[in-house]
């Protein structure tokens, strides 16, 4: 064997079983090799941030790492914005970068680059420049390990082309499966002794804490002690439905979550982050924590937050407690001019049973999740790090990981711009994802960022950096153009009757939603002395506000 036939071997081995690609000269013994794996599915991407952003989408719902394959620096850092959100949602990604021979390094020549060193911002943990043909099988086992812990992480194998080339690899063995590590008992019954008390405590989950067994053991608690659960801002992935426990998300605006999380004595976290501002904000604190909570932590990323739930529940007798389950329910069919709040309740209104939802529609899915509280039981998977470009890519890889599951992806204008290449894909493999992009022409979110941070009153060429309407973008056009099946709307009639089409009709489709801006005009104007006002308003009157604006 050469060394790619070792590694694919290695990888197919230990259970990876898709390589979402873009590959240029020196991976080209990688490429040749995967006709001797018919294990690894191997899917071109036409650009790295689609193969990094459907690498996420795909361990999210697959719950193991898929690999990339890269080409060089250049491919890493194209792939680097989708890397970022894996990151920082603890995704495994087993992440393959191509590099010149270790002989060619020293010419310099005109792609070389300090891999490495690229790869460190996104990868911390795990990064390795393979020097050796014969440790090139456990080199990979190595990078896989390392991906598929606790927490979760993506890994850097840079495979050398000679290293690729040459004779003389080794397949390695498997990885031994992950033990899932439970809390110190001293911090689980500190905790239960806080439960106990009837202090104000907030439970606050993250990450696996989102899945549906430990949402039961949270609920449980919550119905044994009066304790309230709130969920990250950006969940990695949230198991949601009629059946399951309702949580409460963070706010996105820090006012708001501030009134969340008000009043609190305690704030436990479970596989989470204390949660601070998405952005800093001129006079306004960064840390979200109120004045006098003490934060407490059940579950550390590197625990398994079910083990460390039921320990809890086992500690306070919560087992034989009912949980509170999310009533079945469904809105309205909606009619008349669409606007986003509209299509999010058509979603409401046709979202089949375990569709899996990819949220990057910023400002226009405000109401996504109050609309689709009550529908049958789906996946909700969002942006975990904020970068632009998240939505479609990551369509790509959950609907690869479950292809017998509907994969609705709701998307802005301006974010599908970054990664439109995802739909070609998206036809290639024909993949049953629906993509919805809200066309208001316009970044909407940093038009209201652009209030909120109090750079002054706006004049027409800034504005013109934030205005996507001269030209208007066209994205059914560019859909059809990359083999998807794809409709404008611009009145709710037509919204459900294309979504009700794209759902029943297996392949990929595009629904183009015409839409105005969710904030916009004098809303735009006041919502910052709102927001500033929230946290000095009364605690049922500030709710009500949350509600209205961030329901």
Not at 16 to 38: I, K, R, W, Y
Not at 86 to 111: E, F, M, S, W
């Amino acid at each position: 064997m050469n060394g790619a036939q070792a590694l694919l071997k290695t990888l197919a081995d230990a259970g990876v079983e898709v390589c979402f690609t873009n590959p240029g000269t020196s991976e080209m013994h990688f490429v040749a090799a995967l006709d001797d794996e018919p294990r690894l599915r191997a899917v071109l991407t036409l650009f790295e941030g689609v193969a990094t952003g459907a690498a996420d989408g795909y361990a999210r719902m697959a719950g193991k790492p898929a690999a990339t394959l890269l080409h060089l620096g250049c491919g890493l850092g194209n792939g680097l914005a989708n890397l970022h959100n894996a990151r920082k949602g603890k995704v495994p990604i087993v992440n393959i970068v191509g590099d010149h021979a270790t002989y060619h390094v020293q010419y310099d020549a005109q792609l070389q680059s300090d891999i490495e060193t690229v790869a460190r911002n996104v990868s911390p943990g795990f990064v390795r420049t393979s020097a050796s043909t014969a440790r090139l099988g456990q080199d990979a086992v190595d990078a896989i390990t390392a991906a598929r812990g606790r927490p979760g992480q993506v890994a850097t194998l840079i495979l050398p082309a000679d290293v690729s080339w040459n004779e003389g690899g080794v397949p390695c063995p498997p990885p031994p499966p992950v033990e899932p590590k439970a809390a110190d008992e001293a911090t689980v019954q500190a905790i239960a002794g806080i439960l106990r008390s009837g202090q104000k405590a907030a439970l606050l989950l993250g990450g696996h804490a989102l899945r549906a067994p430990a949402l039961l053991a949270a609920a449980r608690l919550a119905a044994a002690t009066g304790v309230k659960l709130l969920a990250e801002v950006f969940p990695t992935r949230l198991e949601r439905g009629a059946g399951l426990p309702t949580i409460e998300r963070l706010a996105y605006f820090a006012e708001l979550a501030g009134v969340q999380l008000a009043s609190l004595q305690h704030l436990v976290l479970v596989d989470a982050k204390s949660p601070v501002s998405f952005f800093a904000y001129p006079g306004k604190a960064s840390d979200l924590v109120p004045p006098g909570c003490t934060v407490h932590t059940l579950a550390a990323p590197e625990q398994d937050a079910l083990t460390c739930l039921e320990q809890l529940v086992a500690a306070l007798g919560a087992g034989s407690a009912e949980p509170a389950l999310q009533a079945a329910a469904r809105p309205e069919r909606p009619t008349g001019e669409l606007t986003a709040a509209k299509a999010c309740q058509a979603l409401g209104h046709l979202l089949p049973e375990g569709a899996i939802l990819v949220d990057e529609a910023i400002t226009s899915g405000q109401k996504l999740g109050a609309m689709t509280a009550g529908a049958p039981r789906h996946d909700l998977l969002t942006l975990t790090g904020g970068a632009i470009g998240q939505g479609l890519p990551s369509a790509v890889g959950a609907a690869v990981a479950c292809p017998t599951r509907p994969v609705i992806a709701l998307v802005g204008d301006g974010a599908a711009m970054y990664t439109v290449q995802a739909l070609w894909t998206m036809a290639r493999e024909q993949l049953h994802v629906v993509g919805i992009v809200f066309n208001n022409a316009s970044y909407s979110v940093l038009n209201i960022e652009l209030e909120r941070v109090g750079a002054g009153e706006p004049g027409p060429r800034s504005r013109a950096q934030l205005d996507l309407g001269a030209p208007q973008l066209d994205f059914a056009r560019l859909a059809q153009g990359m083999g998807v099946h794809a409709v404008r709307a611009d009145s709710a009639e037509a919204f459900c009757a294309a979504l009700e089409y794209a759902l029943a009709t297996p392949g990929p489709h595009l629904i183009e939603a015409l839409v105005p801006e969710s904030i916009r005009g004098a809303k735009r104007k006041v919502l910052p002395w709102v927001l500033g006002a929230a946290p000095h308003l009364p605690q049922p009157v500030a709710q009500a506000l949350k509600r209205a604006i961030a329901p």
